[in-house]
């Protein structure tokens, strides 16, 4: 399905998202800002236990800087990821979130999960559910420091269910999947930004493709053409034949145009069939009025004709009814 684009852009960063390994497209795009600063939001439809990943990409922006990709999943932070000034490796593809040095676990859609009351729904909603935020930071002042003999693992939060009336609409929100083996190669050295500010914001909302079609964010798909089952013809009337041409050849190119035109402009072909549908309905219209006023005749007729007395002869008597 066609959307708005598949890549998003403002600031210097350009974020997609990915499912199969494949782009999806964003819709209702809106950016603000310049290229030196900016935020875009945008909408993508999500799937239940549909694995994702994250591209994020600096390419645009100059290497005298480094620069630093904090990656937010309904309100928690998952990563981080450091560019170096002057490297060329400008761009990152995040799968998931690290659990061991040796297994990780893949982001996907899964399906929210609602409480039976509201007692503890003040503390279920309070969540940033339903969107992934991408902040972009740069410094002209990295720091290095030392890699932990252990380093972090990210502890996997609970999914605690959300009351449904604070759910704002909401059906999906994102799960980690099964620990994947994903051994990590230890890093020399680590990174920090001193005095960062920030340059660019990307927000993605995802939400089921039926309720962005329900609120007129993605278009709804045209209903399929309804074809038409051609008539056979009766005993007494003959089939109708093909205009010909001056050649004496039916006039084939003119049928021709009449279907591309409707190839190419499918609410050309809703209109032909909304007035073909018109014309069948003001038919049966005056077939039915028809038949009314032939009831209606029928009872004028049956009420005019009044039947007389029987008139009584003596008997024997002959009436003579010749002239």
């Not at 959300?162 to 759910?167: A, K, L, M, P, T």
């Amino acid at each position: 399905m066609e959307g708005d684009c598949t890549e998003i852009s403002a600031g210097g960063l350009q974020t997609s998202i990915l499912v199969d390994d494949e782009r999806v497209a964003h819709y209702g795009v809106q950016v603000e800002g310049n290229d030196d600063r900016g935020k875009a939001t945008s909408w993508i439809a999500s799937e239940v236990d549909k694995e994702f990943a994250i591209n994020v990409s600096v390419k645009s922006l100059p290497k005298s800087n480094a620069y630093g990709v904090l990656v937010y999943i309904d309100g928690l932070l998952v990563s981080s990821s450091f560019f170096c000034a002057d490297s060329d490796k400008r761009s990152r593809i995040i799968t998931g979130v690290r659990i061991s040095q040796t297994e990780k676990r893949k982001f996907m859609f899964g399906a929210l999960e609602f409480l039976e009351d509201d007692s503890n729904a003040e503390a279920a909603s309070a969540k940033t559910l339903g969107q992934i935020g991408i902040v972009l930071q740069t410094s002209t002042k990295p720091e290095t420091r030392r890699p932990p003999d252990a380093p972090d693992s990210f502890v996997v939060p609970s999914h605690e269910k959300v009351y449904e009336g604070s759910s704002k609409g909401m059906a999906h929100q994102v799960k980690y999947s099964e620990p994947r083996e994903d051994r990590l190669a230890s890093p020399k050295k680590l990174f920090n930004l001193k005095d960062p500010f920030t340059v660019a914001k990307h927000v993605i909302k995802y939400r089921p493709l039926a309720m962005l079609q329900a609120n007129g964010i993605v278009a709804r798909p045209l209903p399929p053409a309804i074809e038409r089952t051609p008539e056979a013809p009766s005993s007494t009337q003959s089939p109708a034949l093909p205009r010909r041409s001056r050649k004496g050849k039916p006039a084939e190119g003119q049928v021709k145009t009449e279907a591309e035109a409707e190839a190419a402009d499918p609410e050309e072909r809703i209109r032909k069939r909304r007035r073909e549908l018109m014309a069948e309905l003001a038919k049966l219209e005056e077939e039915e009025d028809r038949l009314r006023a032939s009831k209606r005749m029928g009872r004028t007729i049956k009420q005019e004709i009044k039947h007389e007395p029987r008139g009584t002869t003596a008997s024997g008597e002959v009436i003579d009814l010749t002239i």
